[in-house]
């Protein structure tokens, strides 16, 4: 019985020399590089979770993520605390469906409903100083040119400010060339700060 401990404890001592040694042996399951996930899989940016994701299911975004610009054509929910610099986020298809909620926006990121169907954003905080799209720099774009089928704009709960020059009067919170329908609500937000308002320009 001892000659077995005296082995048991050899092995779980050696075991411990390796991790303390070579901690990466054993614990691998876990990559720093990754930023976003779905279903319990990790992906290194968010265009790959995307790229990933099934119709209708939803992208955790669990790190901060820096320049990338990622096309959604599919219906989806990217959510999470994290920070998005520099990010853009474009809607692509008539029957796209896409809800941002939680999330922090910097730099020049945007959201931009393109063609897409319906967009809602909801408890997100974004300072900003957007790319312009049809000479206006927003933060949600409703599109940038007339279309024959409207958008849905649901819009709740943000807290959206300008990182633009104060005198630029060509950048909103908001913007767009779609008609928006039946159904769209833009409530409970905050657009600008003391220091540095930012418009708010209507969609049609």
Do not use: C
């Amino acid at each position: 019985m001892k000659k077995h401990l005296r082995k048991l404890f050899a092995v779980l001592l050696s075991v411990m020399l390796i991790v303390s040694v070579f901690p990466g042996a054993i614990a691998e399951t876990q990559n720093l590089a990754d930023v976003a996930n779905v279903n319990n899989v990790n992906y290194a940016t968010l265009a790959a979770a995307v790229a990933a994701a099934q119709n209708g299911e939803t992208i955790r975004v669990i790190a901060d993520i820096s320049d990338e610009a990622v096309t959604v054509n599919k219906n989806l929910t990217i959510t999470g605390t994290a920070t998005l610099n520099n990010v853009s986020i474009t809607m692509s298809g008539t029957t796209v469906e896409l809800t941002v909620s939680g999330l922090n926006f910097t730099g020049s990121s945007y959201i931009n409903a393109n063609n897409g169907a319906a967009l809602t954003v909801t408890d997100v905080t974004a300072t900003v100083a957007p790319t312009k799209l049809s000479g206006r720099a927003a933060f949600i774009v409703a599109g940038t040119s007339e279309l024959s089928h409207g958008l849905k704009l649901v819009v709740k709960n943000n807290v959206i400010k300008s990182a633009q020059s104060k005198t630029d009067f060509y950048s909103a919170a908001i913007f767009g060339w779609r008609y928006i329908n039946d159904g769209s609500e833009i409530s409970v937000n905050t657009f600008g700060a003391e220091d540095n308002s930012y418009t708010f320009i209507g969609v049609k």
